[in-house]
């Protein structure tokens, strides 16, 4: 029932997401991650047999399989910033099919199109992938979109994190000049040498 935080120092943490796992050591420096896989079953027996105490996981998921009361903290994003896109639905359609499109087109909800356009520009100037630990969450509010990005080394520190504000049609120009600004302060040092390892290692 302890909050990440409040976790004893040695506590083994299972998730198989660089951004998670960075983001677990920045909040509390004293837990032990634990690389796991598989699905989210699998992933919740590794605490039965004792491969490790807690688990990071997608809250959906669990709702969705009526999980809810293993659920010990509901990780708020503004402290533990989600991956770009997270959580977010898409259907693919041929470009060169009008009426694919014309049936499709009901089912777009415009509000999560602009804040898809600006954290999808955000990691496409990063070229960033499952290998780096980063983040971008985009929101939009009463004063405009507010969008927040963050690459951060997988110890933990250094994190580079910044935000910008805008309007709506600005979205993917909003990302991208998050990614720049990022990239200004340094982060690109991290991006480097995240994809230099996982080179190594395939």
Known sequence: GASLEQLPAGTRVGTSSLRRAALAKRLNPGVEIVSIRGNLQTRLAKI???????????AAGLQRLGLDAQVAEYLDPERFCPAACQGTLA?????????????LAPLEHPPTAILAAAERAFLARLEGG?????????????????VRGLVIDPSGAPL??????????QAAELGRGLAETLLRLGAGGI????????????
């Open 48 to 58: 039965d047999q004792g491969v490790v105490d807690v688990v990071l996981l997608a």
């Open 91 to 103: 259907i693919e359609a041929r470009a060169d099919d009008p009426a694919v499109h014309e049936l």
């Open 130 to 146: 499952c290998q780096v630990p980063m983040a971008c969450h985009a929101r939009l509010a009463e004063d405009g979109l507010h």
């Open 160 to 169: 580079f994190d910044a935000r910008k504000v805008g309007t709506a049609s």
């Open 191 to 202: 991006i480097e040498a995240q994809k230099r390892l996982a080179a190594g290692a395939s």
